[in-house]
């Protein structure tokens, strides 16, 4: 089984829509929690935390629920600039393998 | 400031020559860390640095692959022998310190081995 795993999409959703994926993680040790985003051709960037009371950043809204062991990321009112592809990644406190990304998920935001 | 760097932004080598990649972590990061991502997958990660120190060295895909970290700054991983499957993108980051887990990536290093 995957350690985090997640829907490779592509998901096509037309600009101004709401859109939501999740992510589901396998080792019930893991303690952190992000969303990374990453364009065509460079590298990740971290989007946001994922904290266990859930969390908002403007049009972005992450939430953690541990029982099931995944992790949801709500982009409303889409953006062309939206489009990139979405890596969900969890953190073992401790461990000594960085962070475990899953594969992405790719968005594509149309016009 | 400055943010990770990568050296070469692109690599072209034949099957069976030594590579060397380089990173320059942000200033005053402690902990470096080395992730692979070949086409269509995703990031693998390699191995890490706190200080100079890289503690657990299981993160490699073979013993072709080594990395060092001098002076607490750049790091080089070298691929000895380079087949065809090493072909990927070679991406590090930095952290301030292992433990404090935004982790920002450099470009990556695009190796094409033929």
């Known amino acids: 089984r995957k350690e985090v795993e997640q829907d490779p999409g592509p998901f096509n959703v037309p600009e101004g829509a709401t859109v939501a994926f999740n992510c589901t993680y396998s080792?019930?040790?893991?303690?952190?929690f992000f969303w990374y985003r990453q364009d065509c051709r460079k590298e990740p960037k971290l989007l946001m935390s994922?904290?266990?009371s859930g969390n908002e950043d403007g049009r972005f809204t992450a939430q953690l629920n541990r029982a099931s062991q995944y992790i949801s990321l709500l982009i409303r009112d889409s953006k062309l600039s939206d489009s990139a592809t979405y890596l969900c990644v969890v953190n073992i406190w401790g461990g000594a393998d960085g962070l475990t990304f899953g594969k992405g998920t790719h968005l594509i935001i149309q016009p | 400031g400055a943010g990770v760097s990568q050296s070469p932004s692109n690599k072209v080598t034949e099957k069976g020559k030594d590579v060397e990649l380089r990173c320059d972590p942000i200033?005053?990061?402690?902990?470096l860390y080395w992730y692979r991502q070949s086409l269509g997958q995703g990031l693998e990660f390699l191995i890490y640095?706190?200080?100079?120190?890289?503690?657990?060295k299981s993160g490699l895909p073979s013993d072709r692959f080594s990395a060092e970290r001098t002076g607490g700054s750049v790091s080089t991983l070298t691929i000895q022998r380079t087949q065809q499957e090493d072909s990927a993108v070679y991406l590090c980051?930095?952290?301030?310190?292992?433990?404090?887990?935004?982790?920002?990536f450099g470009p990556g290093t695009r190796l094409l081995v033929l």
């Open positions: 980051a930095s952290s301030l310190s292992i433990g404090v887990e935004t982790q920002y």
């Open positions: 080792n019930s040790a893991s303690q952190s």
């Open positions: 640095f706190q200080g100079n120190s890289a503690p657990d």
């Open positions: 200033s005053g990061h402690t902990a």
């Open positions: 994922v904290y266990s």
